[in-house]
């Protein structure tokens, strides 16, 4: 009894690390969508004190919004089977919210005004957070006691 409070701690650790993440890229994805659609002056402009959109910035919105909305559905695939597919959370530390980390803080300390000291401890934590939840996933995966199959399982409620 004892060991199945860990072992559900550490499953529900998993999960809230991948819909963080889902609900995180959702949101980016959302925003981004939403000022591409209407690249004039929006909310969003107001928000964050952007100008309007130019066409250089368009171009690069669509590969950035298509790549959230991307991200948003691996991360959901990917708590479908979180013991499994936990390579996903590592693609997620090291070439997303890490490049972001390192970009922001240059820019940070560089002078931009559009990015806060807020937003490089929220993505450090993001990238803890993650880091805890793979440590977690690959114990359990290498844990010879724990059947993946049946841990899937009880994760996803099928």
Do not use: C
């Amino acid at each position: 009894m004892s060991e199945k409070k860990p072992l559900n701690l550490m499953i529900v650790v998993i999960r809230f690390t991948y819909w963080i993440g889902v609900l995180l890229d959702f949101l980016v994805a959302l925003a981004t969508t939403i000022y591409m659609l209407s690249p004039a002056d929006t909310f969003i402009n107001d928000i964050f004190g952007y100008t309007t959109i130019t066409d250089i910035g368009y171009a690069i919105l669509v590969f950035e919004t298509a790549l959230m909305w991307g991200w948003t559905a691996l991360l959901i695939w990917a708590d479908r089977k979180p013991i499994e597919r936990r390579g996903v959370l590592l693609l997620t530390i090291v070439p997303v919210v890490g490049m972001m980390l390192v970009f922001n803080t240059v820019g940070f300390v560089e002078g931009n005004p559009f990015i806060s000291d807020f937003i490089i401890i929220i993505q450090s934590l993001i990238i803890v957070l993650f880091v805890v939840s793979y440590v977690f996933a690959t114990k359990l995966a290498k844990d010879n006691s724990t059947n993946i199959d049946s841990i899937n399982e009880k994760s996803t409620g099928v």
